[in-house]
């Protein structure tokens, strides 16, 4: 069975920073990128971060760059989003996912999802 299960959400204080990971099993995980998307209420899902398979090329949205670093560990199944100078606007639920080879911020290049982690950023 794919799984892929996100960690490390919580609320944290504007300017504050969190490390979200994801776990991933049942699939070969070398052979796939793995992105960072997060929904706002209200909002639609948006791709912020991913990083492609053997090369680890990776991809920011803007509104992330220079405050966010994504990172995987192929030997533990794992990508990690370490987010610094947090900010009010990116309280979001999180989710990672898994697909293709080669970095992508579309949702519909991604095969496999998470359930998502709640991110709160108070002021």
């Known amino acids: 069975e794919v799984q892929l299960v996100e960690s490390g959400g919580g609320l944290v204080q504007t300017g504050g920073s969190l490390r979200l990971s994801c776990a991933a099993s049942g699939f070969s995980f070398d052979d796939y990128a793995i992105g960072w998307f997060r929904q706002a209420p209200g909002k639609e899902r948006e791709g912020i971060s991913c990083i492609s398979t053997k090369h680890g090329d990776t991809y920011y949205a803007d509104s992330v760059k220079g405050r966010f670093t994504i990172s995987r560990d192929n030997a533990k199944n794992t990508v990690y989003l370490q987010m610094n100078s947090l900010k009010s606007e990116d309280t979001a639920v999180y989710y990672c996912?898994?697909?293709?080879?080669?970095?992508?911020?579309?949702?519909?290049?991604?095969?496999?999802w998470g359930q998502g982690t709640q991110v709160t950023v108070s002021s």
């Open positions: 996912a898994a697909g293709g080879y080669a970095v992508s911020n579309y949702k519909s290049d991604y095969d496999y």
